[in-house]
């Protein structure tokens, strides 16, 4: 099966810290993904990445940035974080194949306060 | 992106069929998902239908798509109170970037 993991499953930061979320997938995905989720606005996408030091803005990419040094592996980053970015966090990865089908971490809960 | 919505709140009993629909946009959509989210989790992928079907079944869901109207759907029989959940319809437009594009989202509550 694969696999997806996100390193916390809740965080609780302060304003204007830097803050990291971890994914790691274990099947040789070429494509990750992540997403902000919050009640009725779904699932937006803030930055993918096909390839390692590769990446892409999604359709909400302020206030965040993104690293891929190792193709497993693909870190969010806020650098200086704000009450508005308090939400859930998914992390998904996927082959680059005809369906696309993309595989979720189980979310990070990040609080802003 | 695109525009994918759905209904946000469906509510059935037990035993009953759950029709979640959506529609979409984009007209090239190649692949249409439906992807569920319980409680505390991520999302799972239920099931996927490719563009040039109509209909598709797997055990207790359906999925019929309507590609004139745009208009997909998700029928669950015998609904399950173990079915209750957030179910996502996402769309994959194939530009460049082959992304999803989510809707928002219907929370399904199955009433005992």
């Known amino acids: 099966d694969v696999k997806v993991t996100q390193s916390s499953r809740y965080l609780v930061k302060r304003t204007g810290e830097k803050v990291f979320l971890e994914c790691v997938q274990d099947?040789?995905?070429?494509?990750m993904f992540w997403y902000r989720q919050d009640p009725g606005l779904g699932l937006r996408l803030i930055y993918f990445?096909?390839?390692?030091?590769?990446?892409e803005k999604g359709d909400i990419p302020e206030g965040y940035s993104v690293s891929r040094e190792k193709k497993e592996r693909f870190s969010l980053i806020l650098e200086s974080a704000s009450t508005n970015q308090t939400s859930m966090y998914l992390c998904?990865?996927?082959?680059?194949?005809?369906?696309?089908?993309?595989?979720f971490g189980a979310g990070t809960r990040l609080s802003v306060l | 992106g695109e525009d994918v919505e759905q209904s946000l709140f469906l509510s059935v009993r037990e035993g009953d069929s759950s029709v979640i629909n959506c529609t979409y946009t984009?007209?090239?959509?190649?692949?249409l998902y439906w992807y569920k989210q319980e409680p505390g989790a991520g999302l799972q992928l239920l099931t996927y239908?490719?563009?040039?079907?109509d209909m598709k079944q797997d055990q207790r869901l359906t999925v019929l798509l309507n590609k004139k109207d745009k208009h997909l759907s998700l029928r669950i029989a015998d609904t399950q109170t173990g079915d209750s959940a957030i179910y996502f319809c996402?769309?994959?437009?194939?530009?460049?970037?082959?992304?999803?594009?989510f809707g928002t989202g219907t929370r399904l509550t199955v009433i005992p």
């Open positions: 998904a990865s996927s082959l680059f194949s005809p369906g696309n089908i993309q595989y």
């Open positions: 099947m040789d995905h070429e494509n």
């Open positions: 990445s096909y390839d390692v030091k590769m990446k």
């Open positions: 984009d007209s090239s959509s190649t692949y």
């Open positions: 239908i490719f563009s040039n079907m």
């Open positions: 996402a769309e994959l437009v194939e530009t460049g970037a082959n992304n999803l594009f």
